[in-house]
């Protein structure tokens, strides 16, 4: 690593790819320029069944720069950053400017510790309320961040949008080129560097869950389980819409996906009833007067699960020596 600051762009960049994705599928390369780092969309990992517009995959990428700029800021530098910074290039989703030296104060240790131990989990949650004072920190993540979390048990819009959910997932699983898809990038083997392995699917439900998990995540090999039947549900959306809102929506995703593992609690995103039109339209009417929803998210107390594993950073970053950067 030739830029400044190289053991706390290397530990950043190991922390932004550990950021969440669709099937895990990794949709992000980083060009180091000097103090810059940049975030580009990978349209070749785009699930062009599923999530044809990319949309997921630039909430994935706003993940990955929410952990780069926290650990970052974590080594005590400053980190600023600024998404889709150039119009001209659409899939630039963010660059992060690195300055200052070390020293400056390290506010989010915790979160910072939990990048490495986040993980979605699939398995049924146990039946223990997720508290309200973990609940107003959650809201308050995505606060941080500029979105919103939403509760939604206690709702009228609980059972509406759980049954999109379940329409979509039936949907989907009647769908050849969704199967298809779903197929190529799931019942890996566990070392597999991307993709979802078998061993972080889930069980099949015992009775017909409230929240379906994928067709596509069950493992059919073990005993079927119940699931909770009233999941603790939070939507996760911005006031603002487009694609730069996509962007924004993965750094408030994986706020409260860090904060939610720094308290203790499980989370898997749910988003079926996004990827089908006959569901997002009614979706997004739904939550119309508070903004853009961008993905739900299920929380819980659970057992943890194996962790997933991740492409290595080399072969994701491209490093530029200091005279191939121009200001840019
Ligand atoms: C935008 C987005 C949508 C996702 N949708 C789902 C989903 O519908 N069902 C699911 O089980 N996991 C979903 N995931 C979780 C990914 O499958 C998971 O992040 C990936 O396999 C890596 O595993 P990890 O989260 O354990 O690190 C989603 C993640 C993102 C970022």
């Known amino acids: 690593m030739t830029a400044p600051f190289p053991s706390a762009v290397d530990q950043a960049l190991a922390a932004a790819v550990r950021a969440p994705s669709p099937h895990n599928t990794q949709p992000w390369r980083f060009v180091v320029a000097g103090p810059r780092i940049e975030v580009w969309l990978d349209r070749s990992r785009v699930l062009t069944v599923a999530d044809p517009a990319a949309r997921e995959a630039r909430l994935s990428c706003g993940a990955a720069v929410y952990n780069l700029a926290l650990v970052l800021r974590d080594n005590g530098l400053g980190a600023q950053v600024r998404v889709l910074a150039k119009p001209a290039e659409p899939d630039l989703l963010a660059v992060i400017r690195i300055d200052g030296g070390a020293g400056r104060a390290r506010p989010d240790r915790q979160l910072a510790e939990a990048v490495f131990r986040r993980h979605t989990n699939r398995r049924p949650l146990s039946a223990q309320?997720?508290?309200?004072?973990?609940?107003?920190?959650?809201?308050?993540?995505?606060?941080?961040?500029?979105?919103?979390?939403?509760?939604?048990?206690?709702?009228?819009?609980?059972?509406?949008?759980?049954?999109?959910?379940?329409?979509?997932?039936?949907?989907?699983?009647?769908?050849?080129?969704?199967?298809?898809?779903?197929?190529?990038?799931?019942?890996?083997?566990?070392?597999?560097?991307?993709?979802?392995?078998?061993?972080?699917?889930?069980?099949?439900?015992?009775?017909?869950?409230?929240?379906?998990?994928?067709?596509?995540?069950?493992?059919?090999?073990?005993?079927?389980?119940?699931?909770?039947?009233?999941?603790?549900?939070?939507?996760?959306?911005?006031?603002?819409?487009?694609?730069?809102?996509?962007?924004?929506?993965?750094?408030?995703?994986?706020?409260?996906?860090?904060?939610?593992?720094?308290?203790?609690?499980?989370?898997?995103?749910?988003?079926?009833?996004?990827?089908?039109?006959?569901?997002?339209?009614?979706?997004?009417?739904?939550?119309?007067?508070?903004?853009?929803?961008?993905?739900?998210?299920?929380?819980?107390?659970?057992?943890?699960?194996?962790?997933?594993?991740?492409?290595?950073?080399a072969e994701v970053t491209i490093v530029q020596s200091a005279s191939d950067t121009s200001p840019r």
């Open 129 to 313: 309320p997720v508290s309200e004072t973990c609940r107003a920190r959650l809201r308050s993540a995505a606060l941080a961040e500029g979105g919103v979390l939403e509760f939604l048990d206690g709702s009228s819009r609980y059972a509406r949008v759980t049954a999109l959910a379940r329409q979509a997932e039936a949907v989907q699983a009647a769908d050849e080129r969704f199967r298809a898809e779903s197929a190529r990038w799931t019942g890996r083997p566990p070392e597999s560097p991307d993709g979802v392995p078998t061993v972080a699917f889930g069980p099949p439900a015992g009775v017909p869950a409230v929240v379906p998990l994928r067709s596509s995540h069950q493992n059919p090999a073990i005993p079927t389980r119940q699931f909770e039947q009233d999941p603790c549900l939070a939507v996760v959306l911005t006031r603002e819409h487009g694609v730069a809102a996509d962007v924004r929506a993965g750094l408030v995703l994986q706020r409260v996906l860090l904060t939610a593992t720094a308290d203790g609690l499980a989370t898997s995103c749910v988003s079926q009833p996004f990827e089908t039109p006959g569901t997002r339209g009614p979706l997004l009417e739904l939550f119309r007067e508070i903004g853009e929803p961008h993905t739900l998210v299920r929380v819980g107390h659970g057992l943890p699960v194996r962790m997933t594993a991740r492409r290595p950073v």
